[in-house]
């Protein structure tokens, strides 16, 4: 455990603290400065004093590793009072084996999530794990979760077209999740790029209209099935950009296609090289 020294500061001195990390890119872009942003620093600044003494400490302790950026993404702070699932400590979850036992071993062979778990994408098991470590509290919530995972069984039972599609589509796709994470930390190679958009290429012309959602009455399930139609356009639009076999080899100079014109100029500089 690391004890951070001189870390929690008064409520006085915490207050300023934030006040000068929060102003810092309002006076930087006066000029461009939205609502959205003085809302993010209001937002702060309205929180109980406690919290406000715990996020300056937070703040002082990303300083160190340059990470302090990330509570600028104040969208994840909500009240407790709001969250639709229970938190559960790491104690809670040991102590009801819902990922590993108690015997000893510390294996995952008879603990809840092992009974639980067919999932076949690694993105799909990572999905079930925080249902499972975060129960829903909230009942509208988990009526509609409920509704959609029936409805999924209903489906698969009577191998309906839709579920039989999205069941063999999901066994050919890469980990889409951790793609997208490495996508927009800039910590993706081209290869792995190339690769996420055919996946969402192959997943846009599997379900190519939005009519296949009608088949569904759960609300969520409506969502999934008609969102694909929507980014096919985006997808094609940016694979024409890209040069299959430069990413795939992550030839960085030669990655965008080139349009008639632009090659007409790349021959004649060139020939005047």
Known sequence: MERLK??????????????????????????????RDVQIYSKVLDLPTPVI???????????????????????GFTPFSQIGHMVLSGTTLKALEIFETEDGSGGAKGALMWVLDHTVTKFGGRLLRRWVSKPLVDVDMLRERIG????????????????????????????????????????????DLIATLFAFHKIATTFPTTSVASQFT??????????????RGLVE??????????????????IFTLTEDETVMTDARKEGS
């Open 148 to 191: 959609a995972v029936e409805e999924v069984i209903e489906f698969t039972k009577e191998e309906k077209l839709p579920i039989v599609k999205m069941r063999g589509l999901l066994c050919q796709l890469p980990d889409l999740e951790k793609s997208l994470a490495r996508i927009h930390y800039t910590q993706c190679p081209l290869s």
């Open 237 to 254: 639009r940016y694979l024409s950009l890209l040069d299959q076999e430069a990413c795939t080899k992550n030839t960085k100079r030669d």
């Open 53 to 75: 003494i715990c996020l300056s400490a937070l703040l002082h302790h990303l300083i160190d590793f340059e990470l302090e950026h990330v509570l600028l993404l104040t969208k």
């Open 6 to 35: 001189g870390a929690f500061l008064d409520a006085s001195p915490a207050r300023v603290h934030l006040t000068d990390f929060y102003e810092r890119p309002l006076k930087q872009h006066s000029h461009s400065a939205s609502s």
């Open 218 to 231: 759960s609300s969520l399930l409506k969502d999934i099935f008609s969102a694909p139609s929507t980014i």
